[in-house]
């Protein structure tokens, strides 16, 4: 049988972590999960064979030819401090798989366990009421009791009962099963902007998660990044009040002589 996870490297870290990262609302924890590995310079470690999850749909087209089925990839980074003290695993897929989720994300904490990752970490949205313009907080959920009180020291957001949809959520509860810890931390995101991918979100989990790891990343450019992107938001929803007045009302000019 093909060899589903394929680890090119072992950290050898007093401590290692994992940071767990799914496409999901808003794509908070995929944004935040990419500038880790990019600010990080974290090295390729290893991969899942997505072709065990997937089944591929459709193919692209490059001038006229057809080319070969690609499955959404499922790849390991992995970075450590210059002391090895301490080394952060990247987990970053493509997608979520449509009906073997459960499957993947076994997969993904057979690795950690190769690994030796003490703690699973993922991140999600947060979907309320906040207005974009409104500075995220960060709610947060953890496998084990004696985690509250650390996510407490940080400033997250005990919410008490809710629902982690996807695989950001599933792997927790699945590493609870196995006795693992873990942390959820979710970037709240508007009711009204789920479809769009939201960085503010990003950074404020990010903020949280290096603070927790103690690990130093510059956020300066996603934090850019997210200004830029409510920037753009407060034009989409100008337009959007500009085009609900057009059509749902009438010029006081336009009504009929005898309409008071």
């Not at 794509?27 to 470690?45: C, P």
Request: proline share 4%; charged share 25%.
């Amino acid at each position: 049988m093909k060899k589903v996870i394929k680890l090119y490297k072992q950290p050898e870290v007093k401590t290692c972590f994992m940071l767990a990262s799914w496409p999901g609302i808003g794509n908070v924890s995929l944004i935040a999960t990419r500038y880790l590995i990019e600010k990080l310079n974290a090295i390729e470690i290893g991969e899942i064979d997505a072709a065990a999850f997937f089944e591929p749909l459709s193919v692209a087209v490059r001038d006229n030819i057809v080319e070969v089925p690609r499955f959404p990839e499922s790849k390991f980074y992995y970075w450590q401090d210059a002391q090895g003290e301490k080394g952060l695993v990247l987990f970053i897929a493509e997608e979520q798989p449509v009906s073997k989720g459960h499957e993947l994300v076994s997969c993904v904490l057979d690795a950690a366990r190769e690994l030796h990752v003490a703690r699973i970490y993922s991140c999600a949205a947060a979907v309320t009421h906040i207005h974009h313009s409104e500075e995220p907080k960060v709610w947060g959920a953890a496998t084990k009791k004696k985690l509250l009180g650390e996510l407490k020291e940080y400033g997250v957001i005990l919410r008490g009962n809710l629902r982690i949809a996807g695989l950001n959520g599933l792997i927790l509860g699945m590493a609870r099963e196995r006795d693992l810890e873990g942390i959820c931390l979710l970037g709240e995101v508007p009711s009204y902007a789920i479809q769009v991918a939201n960085p503010s979100a990003s950074v404020a989990v990010l903020k949280v998660l290096t603070n927790m790891l103690d690990i130093p990343v510059d956020l300066a450019e996603l934090i850019q990044l997210a200004k830029k992107s409510s920037q753009e938001m407060d034009k989409l929803a100008k337009q959007a009040t500009a085009e609900f007045i057009d059509q749902f009302t009438e010029p006081i000019w336009e009504r009929d002589e005898g309409e008071e």
